[in-house]
């Protein structure tokens, strides 16, 4: 069941440097386009009013920021975005500790998420270790997640990840049948709008993305994917079934979902990874609103495996 919480009005002060892709870019233009949570207008409107500054200074409409310019964002008082802080280990040694991650809860603070988010939770409940998380999960994406609890420990797994050298199974609900039980998409990424990814060759900075699939059910009009994303980009998932008619059930951006819906389809099921020598296989329960299709598989005697 999902425990939503709603945080009392807190002060947010958000630090950033600019990454060299927004070289160039006047200041409102930057905010606009990597934070799109609000348009040009408003934030050209949070400039006038001197609540940005960039590298130590008040910044002014039209002014070109270089890369990694720091800007400092005084967003005042406001009300977060409720959140489910629910924290679930489902394993922990010396060097990481892994969560079955809830939703809707982001992992680092990102738009309208300041303290409700998993960086910030895990800094007051474990204050003696900095939270270092080795990889992404969307606000609305349920499963697993890691966080090294040292540098060394993040590190090494950072290198395993660019190095592909970790397998994960996510499962996905969505609109529709596909014509194909297994089947892969290898369409580039990019991103055309502020507010959401595309596929397409044409789109500027595109970049290369792979994603595997297999059907395991359906049930009425919906069904249960096995995904293995075989790179990493953002959205990746999301983005490549909604390319094909099957995006994921209650997609908000991607596909026909309402935000004030709760139940969340895309699920971080399966990781296989190593970190130093200890060799690591994790399986994270799926949200109940899943269980009718996994039964229906047991029901076939279709055992859960990686796809290789």
Known sequence: MTRLHTLPSTEQIYRSHVPPLYDGFSVEKYFATRFSYQDEEEWSRQIFAGKIIVNGEVALIGQKLRANDLTVTNAGFRVEPAADRTLNVIYQDKDIRVFNKRAPIPVHPCGRYFKNSMTEILKQEYPDEVPRPIQRLDVTTTGIIVFART???????????????????????????????????????????????????????????????????????????????????????????????????????????????????????????????TQIQLTAICPPHFQPYVNKIEEKNEPSKFIR
């Open 151 to 277: 540098q060394k420990a993040a590190a090494f797994l950072m290198k395993e990840f660019k190095q592909n050298q970790i397998e994960k199974e996510y499962f996905a609900l969505v609109e529709g049948v596909p014509q194909l039980k297994q089947f892969t998409i290898d369409k580039p990424i990019g991103k055309p709008t502020a507010s959401k990814r595309a596929v397409g060759e044409e789109i500027s900075r595109s970049q290369p993305a792979r994603t595997d699939i297999e059907w395991l059910t359906s049930i009425n009009d919906r069904s249960l994917l096995r995904v293995i994303p075989r790179s990493g980009r953002t959205n990746q998932i999301r983005v490549h079934l909604a390319s094909v008619g099957l995006p994921i059930y209650n997609d908000s951006v991607y596909g026909r979902g309402k935000v004030s819906d709760l139940e969340f389809n895309l699920h971080h099921r399966c990781m296989k990874f190593r970190c130093f020598d």
